[in-house]
């Protein structure tokens, strides 16, 4: 199983420590366009000179902070999609997976719920029809256990995938976010539609981006049934010291 690396919580200059992390074994990077690794004409200098001088397989994680593919506002829900479209259309260089999350139900959308996800379906066949043009696969991520928020199980999230009827889209599995919820046993029981794995632990509770080992994720029994998954994992950490040492975690079990 290859392994990337990725951090939201990094804000300094977001791209030097990216040439430090072959050394530390890790064989890609995931690229978070929020923030300072936003993707634009300065950043996208900054990631064509890491790609010419590293072998670091690059995928992508879509924007998500005010977004919403779910959303009954239709000018935000279209905005959403733009933006996303855009940002699938900056990275069609150098990646060929991107990582999306699905919407969440509005103040208006936990009134009229049916039409919230109607709207997310729609959405998110939008987002994978703008990658399939540009050759990306789509992996539609579950999500962690918040009220409101799509995609939490695996019924719900597979079902969603399903509806989509395209044929770019998969699932990303988030084992931090299983967890969450109770329910990475259920997950890792049906890996058929899993395209690309995120990898952090937590108590089971909240969203913790703790590094592996360090919540109550049974991770051997985790490696085990990912074992003859041949896609890539995703190390997502708050900074490359904790990446690093979820790596070495994961290579001594």
Same mark, same amino acid.
């Not at 996208?44 to 890491?50: D, G, M, R």
């Not at 919403?68 to 699938?88: D, F, G, V, Y």
């Given at each position: 199983?290859?392994?990337?690396? %990725? ?39 900054? !990631? ?22 779910? %959303?009954?506002?239709?000018? !935000? ?5 733009? @933006? ?64 409101? !928020? ?44 899993? !395209? ?51 790596? @070495? ?5």
């Amino acid at each position: 199983m290859e392994l990337s690396f %990725s951090s939201l919580a990094l804000v300094n200059n977001p791209f030097d420590w990216a040439y430090d992390l072959e050394e530390l074994g890790f064989t890609g990077w995931e690229v978070v366009s929020e923030g300072k690794q936003q993707l634009n004409n300065d950043t996208l200098s900054e !990631i064509k000179n890491i790609i010419e001088t590293t072998d670091l397989v690059l995928t992508l994680h879509l924007p998500f902070s005010d977004l919403n593919l779910a %959303s009954l506002n239709h000018p !935000i829900w279209k905005e959403t999609i733009r @933006q996303m479209s855009k940002c699938l259309e900056r990275a069609s260089d150098f990646v060929e997976l991107a990582v999306v999350h699905p919407g969440h139900l509005s103040p208006l959308g936990m009134q009229l719920p049916e039409m919230a996800w109607r709207q997310n379906i729609e959405g998110l066949q939008a987002v994978c029809d703008a990658a399939a043009d540009l050759g990306i696969q789509i992996g539609v991520e579950n999500m962690v256990n918040m009220q409101f !928020i799509f995609g939490k199980q695996p019924g719900e999230v597979l079902g969603m995938i399903e509806s989509l009827e395209r044929e770019n889209v998969g699932l990303t599995l988030d084992i931090g976010h299983a967890n969450t919820n109770g329910m990475v046993d259920e997950f890792l029981s049906d890996l058929s539609r899993v !395209i690309h794995v995120h990898l952090h632990d937590n108590k089971g509770k909240s969203d913790e981006h703790l590094g592996l080992g360090k919540g109550n994720v049974d991770w051997k029994k985790v490696i085990k049934s990912l074992d003859g998954y041949k896609g890539r994992a995703v190390t997502e950490a708050r900074t490359v010291q904790e990446g690093a040492a979820s790596l @070495q975690y994961i290579q001594s079990l």
